[in-house]
T-cell receptor, first 113, second 116 residues
Framework: GDSVTQMEGPVTLSEEAFLTINCTYTATGYPSLFWYVQYPGEGLQLLLKATKADDKGSNKGFEATYRKETTSFHLEKGSVQVSDSAVYFCALSAGGGADGLTFGKGTHLIIQP | DAGVIQSPRHEVTEMGQEVTLRCKPISGHNSLFWYRQTMMRGLELLIYFNNNVPIDDSGMPEDRFSAKMPNASFSTLKIQPSEPRDSAVYFC??????????????FGPGTRLLVL
């Protein structure tokens, strides 16, 4: 079945550091890919998405590119802030989001001032 | 606009009791999803509905779990009888089932369930 693998962390960085969170997936066909963020005590919020190969999703300084050849969707940000501290989930949907999402285990990101 | 509303936000109950979790999707959305989040298993899809009809319930753990969607603005997830291993955060999400290649799911704040 479909699966998502991501680094679990915690990942601890200093403010203004460069961030990469790796995500790879296994799926049949051409899934849509998502990054969600969860702040403490809250639900998940969509951060960005990409629906086809070579698409780049971006939002709030975060970017991720859908790489079909490496089945990856790594999350990057050039300069992180303390407010970026959260848990980040990579996810896929075979049905473009119309069916259920398959999530990775989540990466806990801690940004220190 | 109001987001996805879940109630209760926290529930503590004793083993063997019936638990009912409630969800109100975003107005106009016609797909609804129930997920469970635990430390061991992460986020798992339990069941989802399109236009109030259950489409895939293969993630429902066992017969003790049941979900209904009697109308477009309300869904319940029921556990009877509850067990300590059901302790988790249960999320409801909704989306618009429409044309296009990507349908964003919007999540509620979750119900944190503790079964003693």
């Amino acid at each position: 079945g479909d699966s998502v693998t991501q680094m679990e962390g915690p990942v601890t960085l200093s403010e203004e550091a460069f961030l990469t969170i790796n995500c790879t997936y296994t799926a049949t066909g051409y899934p849509s890919l998502f990054w969600y963020v969860q702040y403490p005590g809250e639900g998940l919020q969509l951060l960005l998405k990409a629906t086809k190969a070579d698409d780049k999703g971006s939002n709030k300084g975060f970017e991720a590119t859908y790489r079909k050849e490496t089945t990856s969707f790594h999350l990057e940000k050039g300069s992180v802030q303390v407010s970026d501290s959260a848990v980040y989930f990579c996810a896929l949907s075979a049905g473009g989001g119309a069916d259920g999402l398959t999530f990775g285990k989540g990466t806990h990101l801690i940004i220190q001032p | 606009d109001a987001g996805v509303i879940q109630s209760p936000r926290h529930e503590v109950t004793e083993m063997g009791q019936e638990v009912t979790l409630r969800c109100k999707p975003i107005s106009g959305h016609n797909s609804l999803f129930w997920y469970r989040q635990t430390m061991m298993r992460g986020l798992e899809l339990l069941i989802y509905f399109n236009n109030n009809v259950p489409i895939d319930d293969s993630g429902m753990p066992e017969d003790r779990f049941s979900a209904k969607m009697p109308n477009a603005s309300f869904s319940t997830l029921k556990i009877q009888p509850s067990e300590p291993r059901d302790s988790a955060v249960y999320f409801c999400a909704s989306s618009r089932l429409a044309g296009g290649t990507s349908k964003t799911q919007y999540f509620g704040p979750g119900t944190r369930l503790l079964v003693l």
